[in-house]
Structure formats: structure tokens, C-alpha cells
């Protein structure tokens, strides 16, 4: 097999990964940390005009690190049962924190949703939330 046939081959795999419905693992390379209680503190504002606090439990995906102990914080704050092992009737959330251009990018996936904000690097949103395309 050529370097080429490799090269293709690889790049398919990957496309054809890329391609699946179930959430990603969380990934945060955000590292200022100032903005996490804000950005967690938006999206839980978000969730509470579609998911009734004290009915829902959120399970989030390695929501261990320092973003991930911020929103479910909030979300307990807020009444939301938080779990971080899979359980039934739960519904995951996994989140990727990014740059995007000279902003912060936030990207929850829920159950099977994405949502999507920009904010600057205070944590001011720039934008409303993004879902499937279209903002709210």
C-alpha cells in the first residue's frame, strides 16, 4: 500500500468517526478559569426554560475537570440532580471548551442537541445560543 492509499485510508476513518451521534468526551482548553461560574451560570439559565429543575438529572461526561465541577455547581444550585456515572433516565452532557478566532466557544452536547455560544474572554456573551443551527 502506498503513502497515498495510507493517507486516504486514515483520513476515512477519521471522517467516518466524525460522522456518529454520541456525545464526545469533555475537553476544555480554556484555561481562564474567571469565566467558568459565568459561562456555567448561562447555560443553566438556558436549560431552565426546557428541563424542569427537580424532574431532570444530568449525567455529565468526565465532567471531573475544573469547568465541569463549575456547572454542576450550578446545576445543583439550581435543583438539577447531577450525576457523573451513567444512569437511566438521565441525560448526558459532554462540553468543549475552545478558542474560536479571539473568542471562547462553548459547545454543549445534549442528549442527542448541540448548543452552541460565543462569548469574549470576560465571559460576555456575543451571541445567543446556537441549537442545531438556529439560535434562541
Do not use: H, W
Not at 456555567?40 to 426554560?49: A, G, Q, W, Y
Not at 474572554?121 to 443551527?133: H, Y
Amino acid at each position: 500500500m502506498g503513502y497515498k492509499a495510507i493517507t486516504l485510508s486514515f483520513l476515512l476513518l477519521f471522517a467516518a468517526g466524525c460522522a456518529t451521534k454520541a456525545p464526545s468526551p469533555s475537553v476544555v482548553t480554556v484555561k481562564e478559569t474567571a469565566v467558568y461560574a459565568a459561562v456555567s451560570k448561562d447555560f443553566v439559565k438556558f436549560l431552565k426554560k426546557s428541563y424542569l429543575p427537580a424532574k431532570t438529572v444530568f449525567y455529565l461526561q468526565k465532567g471531573t475537570d475544573s469547568f465541569g465541577k463549575s456547572l454542576a455547581n450550578e446545576l445543583i444550585k439550581a435543583g438539577y440532580g447531577v450525576s457523573f456515572l451513567k444512569k437511566r433516565g438521565s441525560i448526558p452532557v459532554a462540553y468543549t471548551l475552545d478558542y474560536f478566532q479571539d473568542r471562547i466557544r462553548v459547545t454543549y452536547t445534549l442528549g442527542d442537541k448541540a448548543v452552541t455560544r460565543l462569548y469574549d474572554k470576560t465571559a460576555k456573551p456575543l451571541t445567543g445560543f446556537a441549537v442545531g443551527g438556529k439560535y434562541e
